[in-house]
């Protein structure tokens, strides 16, 4: 019912900054919470952050806190994620998710996710 595509991922230095884009089709994610995790070859897959469409209410991981910043657009129905100051340890293939989740750092509490965009931090 819900199809995520993520977009934005990129080469970028260490120290510098993409933005993410997680745009969804089929319906609007206004009942949903949409998260943002990543994974890295031979890791799990990680928590990033998450954010309740209805309200807008944010949880972070520490790992990102002050650097990762979430948002939505309503008229768009696509989430956002700025990412400043970024490291090398944040190269991962970065997915976004949505559904009902209890908590929100659990991807086995997310139903639909996209398909991934690569982003790469050199240092």
């Known amino acids: 019912q819900v199809q995520l595509v993520e977009s934005g991922g990129g080469l970028v230095q260490a120290g510098g900054s993409l933005r993410l884009s997680c745009a969804a089709s089929g319906r609007t994610f206004s009942s949903y919470v949409i998260g943002w995790f990543r994974q890295a070859p031979g890791k799990e897959r990680e928590f990033v952050v998450a954010i309740r469409w209805s309200g807008g209410s944010t949880y972070y991981a520490d790992s990102v806190k002050g650097r990762f910043t979430i948002s939505r657009d309503n008229a768009k129905n696509t989430v956002y994620l700025q990412m400043n100051s970024l490291k090398p340890e944040d190269t991962a293939v970065y997915y976004c998710?949505?559904?009902?989740?209890?908590?929100?750092?659990?991807?086995?509490?997310?139903?639909?996710w996209g398909q991934g965009t690569q982003v790469t931090v050199s240092s």
């Open positions: 998710a949505a559904g009902y989740p209890r908590r929100g750092w659990s991807g086995d509490e997310y139903d639909y």
